[in-house]
Nanobody, 128 residues
């Protein structure tokens, strides 16, 4: 199977930056897309960013221009660079490997049943 492990979360002030990493083990780069999702207490899970095998990236409107998803294939690592962080970005951030179409449509709020593989998450807290 595929195993994913996130790191890089923490606490920052509003306007600050963080870079999340996700080590992906057992992944065949062409089989799935990779993506970042987030979930805050009491709220539904949101798609944040998705990247295809060829490097094409898609973003939710609420992070476009502030967050950048990237991948380093030789290192089997997925990244999420987060700039201009806001208190409303506070959430548990999870990386996932799953079907491209479903993950990409989730970025606009469409339901995604979570089929695929998930990490345990890393907490991001942004204070005002």
């Amino acid at each position: 199977g595929i195993h994913l492990a996130e790191s890089g979360g923490g606490s920052v002030e509003s306007g600050g930056s963080l870079k999340l990493s996700c080590l992906v083990d057992g992944y065949t780069w062409r089989s799935y897309c990779l993506g970042w999702f987030r979930q805050a207490p009491g709220k539904k899970r949101e798609g944040v960013a998705v990247i295809r095998d060829d490097g094409r990236a898609s973003y939710a409107d609420f992070v476009r221009g502030r967050f950048t998803i990237s991948q380093d294939k030789p290192k089997n690592t997925l990244y999420l660079q987060m700039n201009s962080l806001k208190p409303e970005d506070t959430a548990m951030y999870l990386c996932a490997a799953g079907p491209c179409q479903e993950m990409e449509t989730s970025l606009s709020g469409a339901y995604y049943d979570g089929f695929g593989y998930w990490g345990q998450g890393t907490q991001v807290t942004v204070s005002s």
